[in-house]
């Protein structure tokens, strides 16, 4: 059984930084995507950041520039550095693999709350 465990979330001032982890355990393999996606209160989950299993990336335009994602490949592990965060950065932060093929399967984590004050 795949789980995704995220980390490294919490409360941080205008123009800060946090870093997100999210490590998958269990049988995976053949992993297309990762990508980062987040929720805020009254909104509908959006995915802003993605990194190919061939390390291309692509983010949404209101965090390109201040957020960066990365992998660890051999260890499952997608990474995101959040730099720059404003208010409207809070949401939920959730971590989304795509796996496999002919069915591709997606697993997602627990998510974990961001909160930037002004």
């Known amino acids: 059984q795949v789980q995704l465990v995220e980390s490294g979330g919490g409360l941080v001032q205008a123009g800060g930084s946090l870093r997100l982890s999210c490590a998958a355990s269990?049988?995976?393999?053949?992993?297309?995507?990762m990508g980062w996606y987040r929720q805020a209160p009254g909104k509908e989950r959006e995915r802003f950041a993605v990194i190919a299993s061939g390390g291309s990336t692509n983010y949404a335009d209101s965090v390109k520039g201040r957020f960066a994602i990365s992998k660890a490949s051999a260890k499952n592990t997608v990474y995101l550095q959040m730099n720059s965060l404003k208010p409207e950065d809070t949401a939920v932060y959730y971590c989304n693999f795509l796996v496999g093929a002919l069915p591709i399967r997606s697993y997602w984590g627990q998510g974990t709350q961001v909160t930037v004050s002004s």
């Open positions: 269990g049988n995976i393999d053949s992993v297309k995507t």
